[in-house]
C-alpha cells in the first residue's frame, strides 16, 4: 500500500484584508490598512493548487470560514440586526470588527497538526485544531477547522478529529507550523518534530522579550499525547527565542522538512547541536539518516530570511527522489535569496529546482507556500476514505476561479468592512460553496 503527502492549500475568503492584527507578524504590521485584493488573492493561491495538482503533487483544498464571525461580536456585546451588528462594531472597536472578519484561515499550516497512521497507538489519521489563542482574531478558527475536517475526514475508521486545546496561555498551540516529520519516505516509521516558542511552566526558559512566542512546550506535548506518539520517536526543540524577536513568529518561517531533509538557518533553534543530536539519535531509531541543509547568517541573514520568507517554501518530493523548492516570488528580488538559491539547486544535494508563484496577496499578511498548505500522509486506503469534492482537479480549479469570479471584490479597504453587503456576498458566496464542494452543512450559518 504506497502513502503519499497531501497538501491542503487553504482556499483564500472573500474578506482577505490587511488589519494589521498580528503583533510580531511584520508584513501583518508594516502592511496594515492598506486596501486589499481577495479576488487576486484567492486566483494567486488557486494558480498554486493547481500547478502542483497538475505536475503530480497531491493536492487538496480547505473552505474558506463564513465572516463576518457574528457570534464572535455578539458575545462581545454588539446586538440587534446584523446591520446593527456590523455599524456598531465599526464605530466603536473597528479592531474587533477586522478580527471577527479576518480571512486568516487561509493559513491552513495553522488549522491543525496532523499525524499520519503510521504514527499513531490506533492506527488511525489525527487532527487536533489549534487554538490559535495567541491572537483574537485567529481564536475563533478552531471551531470551523474541527467542523471542516471533520466533514472531509468524516470516516472514523480511519480519523480522528480531536477538539483545539483549552484556549488559555498554557496550551498555546499553532497547530503544524511549529511541526515537521521527518523519515525515509512518507510511508516509513517516522519521527514527529515539535517546535515551541516558550515553555509555561518553567519560569527559568528562555522567553523572547520583543514578541509573542505563540507555541508553548505544553501545548506540544498535549498533541503529541492526544494522538498516541511514541516517546521514542516525538522530539521537542526550543525556537530561538532571538530570532522570534525579529519575526519569526513560527518555527515555518525559519524551517522545513520533507522526508530526511532538514533546510533550516542555522539560527533557528535556542541550541543547533542539541538539536541536530536528538534528531539524528530519534531517525536512528526508525532506520533514517537526517540530511540537514543549514543556511549560514553570512549567506543569508535573518531578516532576509523573513522578508523574503525563503524557509516558508514547500520540500516537495519528486518521483525521481530528488525534491522541488516552492517559493514564492519574493525569494527572486532578494539578492542574497536569489543567489543562496542558485548555488543550492547547483549542489548537487538534494533539492535540484525551484518553483516560484506570485502569492503577493498573502504574502503582505505574512502567510508563503508553506503557510497556505497543511500537510496529510495519508495511506491509499485513507485518501479514498476522505471527502473526494476537495481534491485539487482540473474541473474544481475551474469551477473554483469561476466561483471567484462571481463573488468575490478586487478591491477592498478597512472601511469597506462596515458595508453591510459585504456580508450578505459572503453568505450568498459559501451557500453556493456548499454545494459545488458536495459539503452539504459545512457551514453553521444559523
Ligand atoms: N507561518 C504560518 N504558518 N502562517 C502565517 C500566518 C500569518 C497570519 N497573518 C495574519 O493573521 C495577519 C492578519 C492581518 O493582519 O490582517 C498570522 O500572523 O498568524
Known sequence: MSTREFNFDGLVGPSH??????????????????????????????????????????????????????????SLGFTGSDAEVLARAYKESPVLLASAYSASSMWTANAA??????????????????????????????????????????????FAVHEALPSTPAFGDEGAANHTRLCRDHGADAVELFVYGRVEFDPAAPAP??????????????????????????????????????????????????????????????????????????????????????????QVAVADAVQSYLFNSQLLSKPDGKMALVIPRECEENAAVAKYLQG????????DELVHFDLRQSMRNGGGPACLRLRVALTDQEAAAMHQGV???????HTLVAWVDRHYRDQLAPQDLADPALAIEIAAALEELERLLGLPGLYDLG
Open 344 to 351: 543550492l539547486v547547483a549542489s548537487g544535494g538534494p533539492v
Open 209 to 298: 522579550v520583543r514578541y509573542p512566542a505563540r507555541q508553548t512546550l505544553e501545548a506540544s506535548e498535549a498533541v503529541a499525547r492526544l494522538h498516541g506518539l511514541q516517546e521514542a520517536r516525538t522530539v521537542y526543540v526550543q525556537q530561538n527565542p532571538a530570532v522570534i524577536d525579529q519575526g519569526v513568529f513560527h518555527n515555518d518561517v525559519i524551517a522545513v522538512g520533507n522526508a530526511n531533509v532538514l533546510f533550516y538557518h542555522e539560527q533557528a533553534f535556542a541550541d543547533e547541536q542539541g538539536t541536530l543530536l536528538k534528531l539524528r539519535q530519534a531517525l536512528d531509531g526508525v532506520g533514517a539518516e537526517l540530511a540537514p541543509i543549514r543556511v549560514a547568517t553570512g
Open 17 to 74: 484584508n490587511y488589519a494589521g492584527l498580528s503583533f510580531g507578524n511584520v508584513a501583518s504590521f508594516n502592511n496594515v490598512k492598506s486596501a486589499s485584493n481577495p479576488k487576486q488573492a484567492a486566483l494567486q493561491g488557486l494558480a498554486k493548487m493547481r500547478a502542483l495538482a497538475a505536475r503530480g503533487f497531491a493536492q487538496g483544498m480547505l473552505p474558506p470560514q463564513a465572516r463576518p464571525n457574528f457570534r464572535l461580536l455578539r
Open 391 to 397: 481534491i485539487m482537479t482540473e474541473a474544481l480549479y
Open 113 to 158: 497538526t496532523v499525524s499520519p497512521s503510521r504514527d499513531t497507538a490506533d492506527g488511525k489519521v489525527h487532527f487536533t485544531p489549534a487554538n490559535l489563542n495567541n491572537k483574537l482574531h485567529r481564536s475563533h478558527e478552531h471551531v470551523q477547522s474541527g467542523r471542516a475536517l471533520r466533514a472531509i475526514f468524516h470516516d472514523e475508521r480511519h
